[in-house]
């Protein structure tokens, strides 16, 4: 009997554990996601803070893992940002830091045109509760869905809108460093 339970116990120490997920403000991040048939990797999750409050958990999924934030944004490979709100946020606010966003990290002769395509997607954003989980999603030839528990999914069509979405997060000014630095795997 003592030899069976020490080949169990050698069986069970010995098989690998299956990876977990990675776990960031209380919220996991699965290790990789499926997006319209293709495969994504977990690249690197962390807190979006607003002075020292924390907003949302957000992890950054990618075709191919990289630590090069003008690389990620220029490929033309499917991603994903997953929030998952720590605290409520109102859509005016949601709206109003995108618009933020585009205009620190995406200036030019486009903005404008960016930015009337960042209205469309106000259907998709609602007011966001603890707990609830919004999804910005780039797939090439499809476009970038935005998507929220409550709010009825958009898809905006052209890499142009999908990079300035993800210059929010990953631009020269986003609007938190850190999570930056944790999305690309700091």
Same mark, same amino acid.
């Given at each position: 009997?003592?030899?069976?339970l020490?080949?169990?116990?050698a #069986?069970? !120490?010995? *098989?690998p554990?299956p990876?977990? $997920?990675r776990?960031?403000?209380g919220v996991d991040?699965p290790? %990789?996601?499926?997006?319209s048939g ?7 999750a962390?807190?979006?803070k607003?002075l020292f #409050?924390k !907003?949302? *958990?957000?992890g950054?999924y990618? $075709?191919?893992?990289s630590?090069?934030?003008?690389a990620?944004? %220029?490929a033309?490979?499917?991603k994903r ?11 005016g ?6 618009r933020e ?8 002769p486009?903005l404008?045109a960016l930015? %009337?395509?960042?209205d469309?997607i106000?259907?998709a954003?609602?007011?966001?509760r603890r ?5 910005v999603t ?14 009825a999914?958009?898809t905006?069509?052209g890499?142009e809108f999908?990079d300035a979405?993800f210059r929010?997060?990953l631009g ?7 999570l ?7």
């Open positions: 009997m003592r030899r069976l020490a080949a169990v116990v #069986v069970a !120490v010995a *098989a554990a990876a977990p $997920a776990e960031v403000g991040f290790d %990789a996601v499926s997006v293709h495969d994504l990797r977990l690249n690197g962390g807190i979006r607003k #409050v !907003v949302y *958990a957000g950054l990618l $075709a191919r893992p630590r090069d934030a003008a990620i944004v %220029a033309d490979e499917p940002v997953r929030m998952v709100f720590l605290r409520d946020v109102d859509k606010k949601i709206l109003d830091t995108y966003g585009f205009r620190a990290n995406s200036a030019g486009a404008d930015l %009337a395509k960042l469309r106000a259907p954003i609602v007011d966001m707990g609830g989980e919004m999804f780039y797939v090439p030839g499809e476009g970038t869905t935005v998507a929220a528990a409550g709010g999914p958009v905006v069509e890499k999908a979405m929010n997060w020269p000014k986003p609007a938190d460093g850190d930056k630095a944790a999305l690309l795997g700091g």
